[in-house]
């Protein structure tokens, strides 16, 4: 158990420059998310706590020793990755007490932890059984189970739920979140899929291009956002965003407008309303647009609108139904707008 601190880490390849200038401390004991679209340095990051990967500049601690130039399998972090990687001709009792071996824990005392990290992951019937006698989310389990029965400082999960399905991903990430927990054991998860960032996470840290956008708790990412790339990329479906002019006082762009904006006249600004916030209505609108799609959930139903310029999705009641093409009226929660400036896309910031 210990706190992780990166100081301006980076990585290039010649002139490629994978993560740029990474400053991030993740706190003993917590569970923080990198999640950014593919690409975006994440798993690099990642990488470079484990020392898989050697940081072009900057510095790593773990629990205040730095280890930049430390060996990976000198720092005491276990890794779970998508691939569950166990060995296929050992018996799952085999794999999980291979790390056990390999630090040279005692033999007396290795049945016993092997025993109690199976349990913990509810495999402890099947440790005679070899992987490929085990279903996916019992060999992801029983990767898991790898991972914390020496009980690392840290551990860092790559992906590890992406070759589950959907049922069994939200099994787990409940699984996860509760061990986690329970362990206490400070945790790195790396995810391209925003629900299980905002389902996992203490906190989640936004990357786009080598380059952290935002930190923060799930709440705050998704009601504060700091730029348009972080509002467009939670929420499902993500914050609307639609790009145009503020003149006497009132937001307008094609379909859309908003009177009394708290945004100086003259700017150009994108404004962003998340589809909850949107509401069919009849009269005193501040959207007019055509019905694109209509998507019953169950719960709710995914309206989707176009005007001449802009594609704007709407959360309305359950039994709402329209014909494609027919006119629809939206009124927007005018308490939760957001504004960026629309050519660097930060948030304007308007109390
Ligand atoms: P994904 O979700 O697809 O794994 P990621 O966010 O984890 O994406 P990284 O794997 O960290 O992204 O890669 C960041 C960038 O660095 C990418 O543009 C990638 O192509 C590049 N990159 C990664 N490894 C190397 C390498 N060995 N040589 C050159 N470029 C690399």
């Given at each position: 158990m210990a706190e992780i601190e990166l100081r301006g880490i980076g990585k290039s390849w010649g002139s490629f420059v994978g993560v740029k200038d990474v400053?991030?401390?993740?706190?003993?004991?917590?569970?923080?998310?990198l999640l950014g679209p593919s690409?975006?340095?994440?798993?690099?990051?990642?990488?470079?706590?484990?020392g898989l990967e050697e940081p072009t500049g900057g510095e790593i601690l773990i629990g205040g020793e730095s280890v930049t130039?430390?060996?990976?399998?000198?720092?005491?972090?276990?890794?779970?990755?998508?691939?569950?990687?166990?060995?296929?001709?050992?018996?799952?009792y085999e794999n999980i007490r291979?790390?056990?071996r390999m630090r040279g824990v005692p033999k007396e005392e290795q049945s016993t932890l092997v025993q109690r990290a199976a349990d913990m992951v509810e495999l402890g019937d099947f440790l005679h059984r070899k992987p490929g006698a085990l279903s996916g989310g019992q060999r992801q389990r029983a990767a898991l189970a790898r991972a914390v029965v020496r009980e690392?400082?840290?551990f860092l999960m790559d992906e590890p739920l992406s070759n589950l399905d959907a049922k069994l991903r939200a099994a787990m990430r409940v699984h996860i979140k509760h061990l986690q927990r329970q362990l206490k054991i400070t945790t790195v998860y790396v995810t391209h899929d925003q629900i299980e960032a905002m389902t996992l996470a203490d906190r989640i840290v936004i990357m786009?291009?080598?380059e952290i956008q935002q930190i923060g708790a799930p709440d705050q990412i998704y009601s504060d956002p700091a730029n348009t790339f972080v509002a467009g990329f939670i929420g499902s479906p993500p914050m609307n965003l639609i790009?145009?002019?503020?003149?006497?006082?009132a937001f307008g762009a094609p379909g859309v407008e908003i009177p009394d904006v708290p945004v100086d006249d003259g700017r150009a600004v994108t404004l962003g309303?998340?589809?909850?916030?949107c509401k069919v209505a009849t009269e005193g609108a501040h959207l007019n647009a055509s019905v694109y799609g209509v998507e019953p959930t169950g719960d709710v139903t995914i309206l989707t609108l176009k005007t001449d310029t802009d594609t704007i999705e709407v959360k309305a009641d359950r039994d709402f139904r329209a014909e494609l093409g027919s006119p629809c009226k939206i009124t927007f929660d005018t308490d939760r707008l957001y504004y960026f400036d629309a050519d660097a896309g930060q948030r304007i910031r308007t109390t």
């Open positions: 400053n991030l401390t993740i706190a003993d004991e917590e569970l923080i998310v690409g975006c340095g994440k798993t690099t990051t990642m990488r470079m706590i484990a130039d430390v060996d990976a399998r000198d720092r005491d972090v276990a890794m779970v990755f998508q691939s569950y990687a166990l060995y296929p001709n050992m018996t799952i291979f790390p056990l690392p400082q840290a786009q291009g080598g790009t145009g002019r503020v003149a006497d006082g309303v998340r589809p909850e916030d």
